[in-house]
C-alpha cells in the first residue's frame, strides 16, 4: 500500500538536513512492525531515526525533532559566527546564569511535573483555516468576494442595473413645440434609449451571472478543502486513540511508542541533544535507554562576559576546567535519574518493572573521528525507585546507591560495559531512493510499504520545491 507523511522544514535548516526517506521497519518474521524516517545533522553531528507504528505520530515525532534541531542550529550559528554580540554584556550574563540555572536544576524541574502522557492534548484541535489567495487564485475573484476568518467566501459584489429610462423627464427636457408638434422624435429617441438600457441590463446580468459562479465555485473549493482537512484531522485523532488502545492493552510497540512520547515531551535545555534509543523486553517488563548525553563541549563554557570600553569590545571569561568537570558529571547523573522517573512515573499499566539506563556521549576521539562512548549505565527497580525522595539528593550518590557503573571521572568519557543494550532485531528493507537533502518548506514523503517485504520509496515531492538529492 502507498503511504505518505507530511512535515515542515524550518527557514534556517535548508539544506541542512539529510533524510533515508520513508520505510518499513520489519521483525525477523518479515511483518512489519512499524515505520521509520532518519534524519541525520552533519553541522551538528546529529542523527534520529524517528520510528513509530503510526504514521501520523511518526510525522509529530520528525517535526518535533526538527524544531529542536532548529534552536540547536541557531544558538550554533550564533557560537561559530565571531561577530560582535548585538546584546549588552549584562544581558549576556543574564543568559549564563539562566543556562547554569537550567544545567544544575535538571533533576529537580521534573519532579513537579506530571509524566503521563495526556492522550487528549495530543490530539489536534485546529480549526480550518485558508488564505483567500490560495483559495482563488484569480486576482478578480478575490476583489469580488468578502471572506470570513477562516477565509470562507460569504458574499460576493453584483453590478447594480441602470436607472431605465424616464419618457416623462426626457420630455420635459424638450422646447414646448417638440412636446406639442414633435412627439414622435421624442417616442424614438425614448424607444432607443429602451434598446439601449436593454442591452447594458443584458452585459450587467451575463457579468453577474459570471460572478456568481466565480464565487459558487470558490464556496464549493472552500467546502471540499474543509472536508478534506477535516477527514485528515478525523484520522490523525483516530490514531491518537488508537494509539492509546494499543498502550492500553499493553501490545508490546505501543509500550515502547508511550515510552518515546514521554521522553519526548520531557523539556531540556536548547543545547541538550535530546535523542535516544529503545528497547522493550515484554517478557522481562524491561525498558532499555540507549540515551545521547550532551558532550562536554555542549554545556555552558563561559562564566562571564565584560565590555571593554578601549577596544569597544565583549570580552568572555572562560568556566575553568575544575567547574565544567562538576557541570558534566552532575547533568549527566541528573539526566539518568530524571529519564528513569520520568518513566516510571508515566507508566499507568505498570508495564516496566525494569529500566536500563545507558548515557551515551558522541565526541571526537584522538584520531578526530566522531565517535560514540558509553560513560554509564545503571538498572532501576520500579518499586525501589518510586520510594525514593529525589528532592535535594546528590545525584552521583544516588546512581552509586542504584549500584550504577561509571568512571570515576565521567567527562574522562571512559567506556564502561552497559548493564544491558537495546537488540537491533529489527530489518529495515529499503530499495531505490537513496538520502534526500531537506529544503524549506511544507514536505510529502510517500512510500510503497508492505506489511511483509520489501519497501520501495516513491518518486520524492513537495509542494514547496523540497528535492530529492542524492
Known sequence: MEVSITFSIPDVLENQIDA???????????????????????ALSLYRQVRSQDLHLLAVKIQTTLNTWEKKYLRHLQVEHKTKPTKSAEELNEEIVDELRETEGILRRALTVDDTIDWDFLKCKDKFAINPDTLVRDSFGRKIMRFDESGRPTTYRKRRDPEPPDK????????FWVRTFRKGKIDKEHAAAMLDWQGKRRKIALANDQQRKIFENAVQEFKSKKTLFELKLADRNAAVDAAKARYENRKDDAIEEYCELVMTASKYPVFFPKTWTLGYNAALKTLVVDYDLPAPSDLPKVQSYSYVASTDEITEKP??????????????YQ????????????????????????????????????DTTTILSVSANKDSFLKMNLSGVDPKSTFENLEGVAADDPMELSPVSPVAAVEASDKRFLEGGGVMKLTTGSVNVAAFVSDSGQTRILPFASPSGADAGS
Open 319 to 332: 568556566l575553568n576546567v575544575a567547574a565544567r568537570r562538576r557541570s558534566f558529571n552532575s547533568t549527566a
Open 20 to 42: 533515508s526517506g520513508l520505510y518499513g521497519i520489519h521483525g525477523d518474521n518479515g511483518i512489519r512492525t512499524s515505520y521509520g524516517f532518519d534524519l541525520e545533522m552533519p
Open 168 to 175: 416623462v423627464a426626457l420630455e420635459a427636457s424638450k422646447s
Open 335 to 370: 539526566i539518568c535519574l530524571r529519564t528513569i522517573h520520568e518513566l516510571f512515573e508515566a507508566d499507568t499499566i505498570d508495564a516496566l518493572k525494569t529500566i536500563v539506563f545507558n548515557g551515551l556521549v558522541t565526541h571526537m576521539d584522538a584520531t578526530g573521528k566522531s
